[in-house]
């Protein structure tokens, strides 16, 4: 079985509006309806495990109806961080599933995954035993130790790559990194690639996309909705 855990418990303070930035309306729809439609059509996904903010857990039943997601199995609520909330959702899935199921961490706020991005995620899976979701860096990047305001060093961008979501493990092996971290003291990794890096566990690569962004200010927020009504032109390769 292949599990979407979704997480979506941030309080999206970066964003400044009065409710959280997954529950945001764009095109009729809430922000994480967006997300959870595309898991919900694609066929290799079996289930979608959501973890959000405890207040808001009856409100994502509702539209989960609404919006008919019926791979929707379970929502439980987020932690302190988002280490804690993937733990809940992975103590959750414990409970019901095997640890040689397949889960799929991904970001409930980046509504923009595409079938593609999660097939080469399963794919690199199936061939590595893990995937993560990344783009090259094509911009210049710098290095700064004063909070950004200069800096002297630039780090060379041809062996840089930018993380995104999907992350893709079994569960087991989820499970055990985060008792791992138990154990070890390890808190507040951003991400379970960032987990398994702490970890040494080596981290291989699968398909990203620029249009797979993360919503987290009002400017990704305008991308978005300007990537809803676009379509790639049929002379591009």
């Known amino acids: 079985m ?3 855990l979704l997480t979506a418990a941030g309080t999206g303070t970066r964003m400044g509006q009065d409710i959280p930035k997954q529950f945001m309306y764009v095109e009729d729809k809430p922000l994480i309806i967006h997300t959870m439609e595309v898991f919900q059509k694609n066929p290799a996904i079996d289930k979608i495990i ?3 903010l405890p207040a808001w857990i009856e409100v994502l039943k509702a539209y989960a109806n609404q919006y008919n997601i019926n791979k929707l199995e379970w929502i439980v609520p987020g932690g302190n961080s988002g280490q804690e ?3 809940n959702g992975l103590a959750e899935l414990e409970k019901h599933c095997s640890k040689d199921d397949v889960v799929m961490v991904h970001d409930g706020n980046r509504c923009n995954v595409s079938n593609e991005i999660i097939a080469d995620s399963l794919a690199t899976y199936k061939a590595k035993g893990s995937a993560v979701a990344v783009v090259p860096c094509v911009e210049v990047v710098y ?8 800096s002297q060093k630039s780090l060379p961008r041809e062996n840089l790559y930018r993380t995104q979501t999907p992350h893709t493990y079994s569960l087991g092996k989820l499970l ?4 791992q971290a138990k154990e070890k003291n390890i808190k507040n990794t951003a991400a379970s690639c960032g987990l398994m890096s ?9 398909k990203g996309s ?4 993360k919503i987290t200010t009002v400017d990704d927020l305008m991308i978005f909705k300007a990537l809803l009504h676009t379509k790639k032109d049929n002379w591009l390769k």
């Not at 290095?143 to 200069?150: A, C, I, N, P």
């Not at 702490?198 to 699968?206: A, D, N, P, R, T």
């Open 50 to 52: 959501v973890v959000t």
């Open 210 to 213: 620029e249009e797979n962004l």
């Open 198 to 206: 702490e970890l040494g566990e080596k981290i291989y690569f699968s």
């Open 143 to 150: 290095y700064s130790d004063d909070e950004g305001m200069s």
């Open 176 to 179: 055990w990194a985060h008792e």
């Open 85 to 87: 909330s993937i733990y």
């Open 2 to 4: 292949t599990i979407a």
